[in-house]
């Protein structure tokens, strides 16, 4: 890849390229560029990146302006990379991993983020027979919380302390987690397997619970502050939502963080009850809005790649979880949709998951 220069901490500067423009892409291309490392940003669709000429503006927890080249395709974001980190909605990896897998060069390593619905292994799939490969890695959520301002700006309401970290293969995870520290600075605590990032990431309880008690206010297309309606009564949701994944997570051999770690990291406030930790993220210059439109990522990307998931992992395991298929079921409804269609789990054998996740698929 040619010579690297360091930061001025002594550390490696690394060719990023980001694959995704969103809000969360631009961010980390911004948080990575912040540590020294050059970075690229490709947007799938071409309209992420309308509007950026050579740098993103960042405000919040990050705060400067810095430099952001756009790639045209993804071949031109891809060569000379040194690392590659996806951040796309869930619902958009059946459309994109096959475009990706087949252009990745093999030596390059891949960094899924949130890595929902064991995206790595149906990755993998798609790779499957091509030899050795660099490994994938699986980032239960993603390196911050972020806000599209403008076409070259953002807000960073939150840089994750902790993000819990795997690859494929499950070897792989310590190269993996010092690659994710090394560009955006977060802790990795290491996961046994891709399975258990999947589960660890909070955002499809969270998210479910407040899209449902505030479906009429997302409908009407109102501005509503989301950590403040953390209220008792979503809270109550939230946990039971909580308590059933924690019992899936044991029955598979798994811990997950609680819902009040997830947001202690990424907001810093002590943790407590939920209704609490809400009301202190909102009193400290965080806050955000809610959705405010019926084609929301709470529900179309953090339901069915996230509490459907769920519901495709118990099934068969003993494991009853009433609450969370009520909740779906109840979203179903409110949004007028099938909120259970998984493309990512058609080409996996829920049996042949152990071995899978040990060894990863064709390797």
Same mark, same amino acid.
């Given at each position: 890849m040619g010579e690297r220069?360091?930061?001025g901490q002594g550390r490696k500067a690394m060719r990023l390229s980001v694959?995704?423009?969103? +809000?969360?892409g631009p961010a980390a291309a911004a948080l990575a560029a912040s540590r020294g490392h050059e970075a690229v940003l490709w947007s799938p669709s071409g309209r992420g990146t309308m509007g950026l000429d050579g @740098?993103? +503006? +960042? =405000?919040?927890a990050l705060s400067g302006v810095f430099p952001l080249r756009v790639a045209q395709g993804l071949e031109e974001a891809l060569a000379s990379a040194d690392a590659v980190l996806l951040a796309v909605p869930a619902y958009a990896f059946p459309a994109l991993l096959p475009r990706i897998a087949q252009a990745m060069p093999a030596g390059l390593p891949l960094l899924i983020a949130p890595a929902a619905s064991l995206a790595p292994l149906a990755f993998e799939a798609l790779r499957a027979?091509?030899?050795p490969r660099a490994p994938v890695g699986a980032l239960a959520t993603t390196p911050l919380t972020a806000r599209r301002l403008a076409p070259d700006r953002v807000r960073i309401p939150a840089i994750r302390a902790a993000v819990d970290v795997a690859a494929v293969p499950a070897a792989a995870t310590p190269e993996i987690a010092t690659l994710a520290t090394a560009l955006f600075g977060h802790a990795c605590p290491a996961a046994p397997d891709v399975l258990q990032p999947a589960l660890a990431n909070a955002n499809p309880i969270i998210h479910a619970a407040l899209a449902l !008690?505030? +479906?009429t206010r997302i409908e009407r297309g109102e501005a509503w502050p989301q950590y403040e309606l953390m209220t008792e009564a979503t809270c109550r949701l939230m946990s039971a939502l909580e308590a059933e994944r924690a019992a899936l997570a044991a029955a598979l051999g798994y811990v997950v963080p609680t819902l009040a770690e997830a947001l202690h990291r990424a907001s810093g406030v002590p943790q407590g009850r939920l209704a609490a930790m809400g009301a202190a993220i909102a009193a400290s210059g965080r806050a955000v809005l809610g959705p405010a439109e019926m084609e929301t990522r709470y529900v !179309? =990307?953090?339901v069915p790649y996230g509490l459907s998931f769920y519901l495709w992992l118990a099934a068969g395991r003993g494991v009853a979880m009433p609450r969370t298929a009520a909740t779906v079921a109840v979203l179903e409804v409110l949004w007028? @949709?099938?909120? @259970?269609a998984n493309p990512l789990l058609e080409a996996l054998d829920a049996a042949g998951l152990p071995r899978l996740l040990r060894e990863g698929i064709g390797r």
């Open positions: 220069r360091h930061d694959l995704g423009a969103g +809000a969360i @740098r993103i +503006a +960042a =405000e919040g027979g091509l030899g !008690t505030n +479906a !179309t =990307e953090d007028g @949709r099938d909120l @259970r």
